[in-house]
């Protein structure tokens, strides 16, 4: 998801970006739906402990993370994070939480439920390792980050007195990380990693990083390092998609879709976060079309 960084590439010479594009891990992700308007990338980040500063026995991969960054043909760019319970139909698999469609199947299987959920066509794969995060905001000199509550969370370690304090890669990777202690599970920690993600870019857009050649080459290789992007996906379209993160972040639209229950127990695959479904067509169609606003997002 902090891939944004790599803007700095399409500010200095042709040489880094040939060398930054040589870099890029690719992976086998996109379906074949047809188009849809406009520019849809899919982030994921990837919960596995590779490269981590994370020492917890868990072991195997999931998406953690996910959201969907659209950049409509006109209108107002969006960035909409989905709870990684969201109760979906995953494709092959029947019902269950959304972050299973990656253990069953993949990025492939992923973009296929995520398609099937909100009827938006997936353009571009990005995935980042946890490692990533911490990385990133080393390479920036570390962020500032706010919480308005005590935190003492023994699965993500973040210990965070109430208010606003420096973090460095490890603390910023723990406080993206966090949700048991979060009275709002998810969705808070959702609403977190966007703060993360806003700090970081707010660190990169000092003009004085620009005439910087090797903080930036250090930072594009911290950042490439974790990545993993689709097939199709190259270094350009990691630059427009780092321009439409500016974008929403500075005018855009960012939370989570309309929810209609954040404890919906189904039965067999424990809570999950169930969407409003009555809402959602217009909601999504809202996100594809660059009409959405801040009041069509989950109110909390």
């Known amino acids: 998801m902090l891939v944004l960084l790599l803007v700095l590439v399409l500010a200095w010479p042709v040489g880094l970006l040939i060398w930054a594009n040589g870099q890029i891990q690719h992976v086998t992700a996109l379906s074949d739906a047809s188009p849809t308007p406009g520019t849809t990338y899919l982030l994921a980040g990837s919960d596995s402990r590779e490269g981590s500063h994370l020492t917890d026995s868990t072991e ?21 994070s989905l709870p990684r319970d ?9 019902p269950n939480k959304l972050n299973a469609a990656y253990s069953f199947g993949g990025p492939e299987l992923l973009v296929q439920t995520v398609e099937q959920l909100t009827g938006i066509t997936v353009d571009h794969f990005v995935e980042i ?26 699965d993500s370690h973040l210990e965070w007195e109430a208010g606003c304090h420096p973090a460095d890669g490890e603390t910023a990777l723990a ?11 998810d ?13 970081i870019s707010a660190k990169v857009a000092t003009p004085s990083l620009l005439v910087r050649p090797g903080d930036q080459v250090a930072l594009i290789d911290a950042g490439l ?8 996906t190259g270094i350009i379209d990691l630059g427009r998609m ?25 039965g067999g695959v424990g809570s999950t976060v169930l969407l409003d479904s009555e809402r959602g067509p217009a909601f ?8 959405v606003t801040e009041a069509d997002l989950q109110e909390y």
């Not at 195997?60 to 909409?80: C, F, K, N, V």
């Not at 905001?137 to 005590?150: I, K, P």
């Not at 406080?175 to 599970?185: C, E, N, S």
């Not at 999504?284 to 009409?291: C, E, M, N």
Request: aromatic share 6%.
């Open 60 to 80: 195997g991969q999931r998406a953690d993370t996910i959201m969907l960054l659209t950049a409509p043909e006109s209108g107002t760019p969006s960035l909409i």
């Open 86 to 94: 969201t109760f979906v139909e995953i494709p092959g698999y029947g």
């Open 129 to 154: 390792g946890m490692g990533g995060v911490a990385d990133l905001v080393d390479a920036v000199g570390g962020v500032e980050l706010c919480l308005d509550y005590d935190v003492d969370d023994a």
């Open 175 to 185: 406080f993206a990380r966090m949700r048991h202690a979060d009275p709002l599970g």
């Open 187 to 199: 969705i808070g920690r959702n609403q977190r990693q966007q703060q993360v993600i806003k700090a």
């Open 225 to 232: 390092g974790a990545v993993l992007v689709s097939d199709e």
């Open 242 to 266: 780092a321009l439409t993160f500016r974008s929403v972040m500075q005018d855009g639209v960012h939370g989570s879709p309309p929810i209609s229950d954040l404890d919906y127990r189904p």
């Open 284 to 291: 999504w169609q809202a996100v594809s079309d660059g009409i």
